[in-house]
């Protein structure tokens, strides 16, 4: 199959790289292409800048469109994944008939629930931030587009260069939660792999996944799991004055990505954190 990588950073190299170890030819567009494997078909774009991109070649068969803003506030979200997707789809509708898929990787961060609920793909969409109301317009967009498409709705990725939580109880500054805090995440391998896996299903692939791991946690068990493994003090609670800040507390279950096939590497925070800090596998910058 001919791969294209829309906004080719991290996760889509790392998916860009296992596509070619299975056989595919793979084309990826970044700003600055000197920083893409070697192996790929590279190309320097500006996607903000639509004069810049290059012909699509309308022999594509799967597209993956891994956004990121232009700058940290709305409008920024509105140029990095809101235009670009629609031009993208403009461009994909025009260009590539043959079009087998188009994955989008977007956010849980538009997925709702509190007190422990457990949410799916039936879950209705409940941005609680502007800028995630912006990641579901995104992904109203593309539904909307006609294109054969199936997005992956991540949960928090972590992995190799992504160790906020493993940094924060290095250096003292994590506390533990006074009141219930779940937590959701995929590592950023099992996210790519997810990506290969879904481009394999041909028409049996679903519109929509949550891409996650299998033991949504609460936050205190992932700091005492690494204190533990670091070998240092356990976090202490939070102060009684803090205010927790808390834009959702529920759980995801990745029950249909499971049920179409895909096995995770690492099926909950336990085994990716070991793999972190045993320096299994490397960012792609």
């Not at 893409?36 to 190309?43: N, Q, V, Y």
């Not at 629930?113 to 793909?121: K, L, M, P, S």
């Not at 792999?193 to 891409?211: F, K, N, P, R």
């Not at 068990?221 to 959702?248: G, K, M, N, W």
Request: include cysteine; charged fraction near 25%; glycine fraction near 8%.
């Amino acid at each position: 199959m001919k791969i294209l990588l829309i906004s080719c950073g991290d996760v889509a190299t790392e998916a860009g790289l296992r596509f070619e170890a299975a056989g595919h030819q793979v084309t990826a567009w970044r700003r600055k292409s000197s920083k893409l494997p070697s192996s790929f078909t590279g190309h320097s774009v500006d996607l903000l800048e639509s004069g810049s991109w290059p012909a699509i070649d309308p022999e594509t068969d799967i597209v993956l469109f891994t956004p990121v803003p232009a700058t940290r506030d709305v409008d920024g979200y509105n140029r990095g994944y809101l235009q670009v997707a629609n031009r993208l789809a403009e461009s994909l509708a025009a260009s590539c008939p043959s079009l087998q898929r188009l994955i989008y990787v977007s956010s849980s961060a538009v997925t709702g629930g509190t007190e422990g609920q457990w949410a799916n793909e039936s879950s209705p969409l409940a941005p609680a931030r502007p800028t995630s109301q912006v990641l579901a317009d995104t992904e109203l967009l593309l539904a909307g587009s006609g294109l054969p498409l199936t997005i992956l709705r991540a949960s928090g990725i972590y992995g190799p260069g992504r160790t906020r939580l493993i940094d924060l109880v290095r250096n003292g500054s994590a506390r533990l939660p006074r009141t219930s805090h779940w937590t959701n995440r995929i590592h950023r391998d099992d996210l790519a792999s997810a990506i290969v896996h879904v481009a394999t299903l041909g028409d049996e692939a679903e519109d929509l996944y949550l891409a996650t791991d299998s033991e949504p946690a609460q936050l205190a068990d992932v700091y005492r799991f690494l204190s533990e493994a670091l070998a240092i003090e356990s976090p202490e609670s939070e102060a009684d004055a803090e205010e927790p800040r808390r834009t959702a507390d529920r759980r995801l279950n990745n029950a249909r990505l499971l049920a179409s096939g895909f096995i995770p590497r690492f099926p909950s925070y336990r085994e990716g954190y070991r793999s972190i800090l045993a320096g299994e596998s490397t960012r792609h910058e």
